[in-house]
């Protein structure tokens, strides 16, 4: 498979993994505030399981591809950290930290995937 083949099959989905891994650290750091606030909202583990099913989908295509081992081993790491801090949340009701360490883990993995396109 050609280089040029790689960057198009994969950065779309670093930019989907960037974005979404964006959005639920933004979802994770904001969400307490309003659970502060009496607005009726109520923490809801749906939407950290829906994060977690796109990182997971996004990642495994990045696993696939030929991007380099150091991305493979974060990305993989923290999807895992994230699918954990999420099986604890629904399982047994506690809100671990280990999410912000998975969310910062994949913005980082799918910027250095975004960021070898730019340079090869």
Avoid: Q, R, W
């Avoid at 749906?46 to 081992?69: P, Q």
């Avoid at 790491?77 to 699918?83: E, K, T, W």
Wanted: a neutral charge.
């Amino acid at each position: 498979m050609k280089n040029s083949e790689v960057k198009k099959t994969t950065t779309p989905y670093d930019i989907l993994g960037i974005s979404s891994a964006t959005l639920c650290l933004i979802h994770c750091i904001i969400f307490p505030l309003f659970a502060l606030i009496p607005f009726g909202f109520s923490d809801d583990y749906i939407v950290d399981t829906f994060f977690a099913c796109i990182g997971m989908l996004v990642v495994s295509k990045i696993l696939m591809s030929n991007a380099t081992s150091t991305v493979k081993i974060i990305l993989g790491l923290s999807i895992v950290i994230i699918v954990i801090s999420v099986l604890l949340e629904i399982a047994f009701d506690i809100h671990s930290g280990l999410i912000f360490v998975g969310g910062i883990g994949m913005i980082i993995g799918h910027f250095l995937n975004f960021k070898s396109h730019i340079h090869s």
